[in-house]
């Protein structure tokens, strides 16, 4: 089964950077519409970007937008969260989805935390 697991998160002050990353796994040759999404105490989640399975398409939500970007290698089935300017609002749980045929897939989460 397709199996997702994020890596790159941590502590950064306001104004750092942070590259989030999901690997892929159970599916060789199979490229699916991958995203970010996150959820913070208290709120709901919610999509930060998300990419087609080409890459050449992607979308993100406003709060985030000139800030992160989202990227794809397909040929190391792996998902990239490029995230600039970090501010303490940014601070969740970033988690990993691939859109399957018939449900979203999930990773565990990663926790970022902005705070100085």
């Known amino acids: 089964q397709v199996q997702l697991v994020e890596s790159g998160g941590g502590l950064v002050q306001p104004g750092g950077s942070l590259r989030l990353s999901c690997g892929v796994s159970?599916?060789?040759?199979?490229?699916?519409?991958m995203g970010w999404h996150r959820q913070a105490p208290g709120k709901e989640r919610e999509l930060v970007a998300s990419?087609?399975?080409?890459?050449?398409?992607?979308n993100y939500a406003d709060s985030v937008k000139g800030r992160f970007a989202i990227s794809r290698d397909n040929n190391k089935n792996t998902v990239y969260l490029q995230m600039n300017s970090l501010k303490p609002e940014d601070t969740a749980v970033y988690y990993c989805?691939?859109?399957?045929?018939?449900?979203?897939?999930w990773g565990q989460g990663t926790q970022v935390t902005v705070s100085s």
């Open positions: 990419i087609s399975s080409g890459g050449t398409n992607t």
């Open positions: 159970g599916s060789p040759n199979v490229f699916y519409r």
């Open positions: 989805g691939a859109s399957l045929p018939s449900r979203t897939a």
